[in-house]
C-alpha cells in the first residue's frame, strides 16, 4: 500500500513528537521529515517532496503563512494542511488565498486531522467544522444579490444536474459516471455554466448552487475548494 508522506512543522518540540507517534499508528502515512519554523519548512519540503505538509502558522523566522506561499510557489503538487489553534477569520481566509487545502485546530480529534490528510492529499479539501460557517458566510457575502433565480431560470435541465453535483463537489469524471456522459460533454456544460452565470471558477458555481438552493450549506462547505 502506497503511503502519503507527511512532512511535519511546528515549533514546539513536544508537538510534533505527539504528531509523529500519533501518524506512526496509521499504516497509510509515514512522517518523512519535521522543521521547527517556515524557513526550515520550506528548505524541507524542497529536499523530502512531501505529499502533504502538516503546517503551523505562528513560528518563528518565518510564519506558515510565507512558508505556505514559498512551498506552493515551487510545487504546487505539495499539499498543504493547516494545524493550528488559530480559529479567527483572518488567519482562515489568508492562509487557504496562500494555497493551503485544508484547515484543521489543533484540539480536533485524531481521527479528523487523519481524515483531512487523507483528503487535501487525493486533491480535496478540508475545512475544520467550527471555521465552516465563517468561511460560507464569507461566500454568501460576495456573491451577486441581482438576478440570481432569473439566471437559473435560463439553464437547461442538463446544465441544472451539472450545476447540482458540481456543487455537492464531484470531480468532472464522477459527474460524467452519474450523467453517463463523457467527461468532454461534462466540460462542454460547465463552461456553458461558467459564460450564463458570470462564475469564473469551480468555487464560484458552488456558491451559486448555494444561493439557489440546490445544496444545503453543510454538504458544499467540506467541498468549497481553496484553489482548482
Request: hydrophobic residues 40%.
Amino acid at each position: 500500500m502506497e503511503q502519503i508522506r507527511v512532512l511535519l512543522v511546528d515549533d514546539h518540540s513536544i508537538l510534533r513528537e505527539g504528531l509523529r507517534s500519533l501518524l506512526s499508528t496509521n499504516g497509510s502515512i509515514r512522517v518523512v521529515g519535521e522543521a521547527r519554523d517556515g524557513k526550515e519548512a520550506v528548505d524541507r519540503a524542497h529536499e523530502l517532496q512531501p505529499d502533504v505538509v502538516l503546517m503551523d502558522i505562528a513560528m518563528p523566522r518565518m510564519d506558515g503563512l510565507e512558508a505556505t506561499r514559498l512551498i506552493k510557489k515551487a510545487d504546487p503538487s505539495i499539499k498543504v494542511l493547516v494545524l493550528t489553534q488559530h480559529e479567527n477569520r483572518p488567519y482562515v481566509f489568508r492562509i487557504l488565498k496562500a494555497g493551503a487545502s485544508g484547515y484543521v485546530l489543533k484540539k480536533a480529534a485524531s481521527t479528523d486531522l487523519i481524515a483531512a490528510i487523507h483528503q487535501v492529499h487525493h486533491g480535496k479539501s478540508f475545512l475544520d467544522p467550527s471555521v465552516t460557517e465563517m468561511v460560507i458566510e464569507r461566500c454568501l457575502e460576495n456573491l451577486p444579490e441581482d438576478s440570481a433565480e432569473a439566471d437559473y431560470e435560463g439553464l437547461s435541465d442538463r446544465e441544472r444536474e451539472v450545476l447540482k453535483l458540481v456543487g455537492e463537489g464531484h470531480t468532472n469524471q464522477e459527474i460524467a459516471d452519474v450523467l453517463c456522459i463523457s467527461i468532454n460533454t461534462v466540460l462542454t456544460h460547465r463552461s456553458s455554466l461558467m459564460k450564463k452565470l458570470g462564475a469564473h471558477n469551480r468555487a464560484e458555481l458552488i456558491k451559486y448552487a448555494i444561493r439557489v438552493g440546490l445544496v444545503e450549506i453543510d454538504g458544499a462547505a467540506a467541498n468549497l475548494p481553496t484553489h482548482r
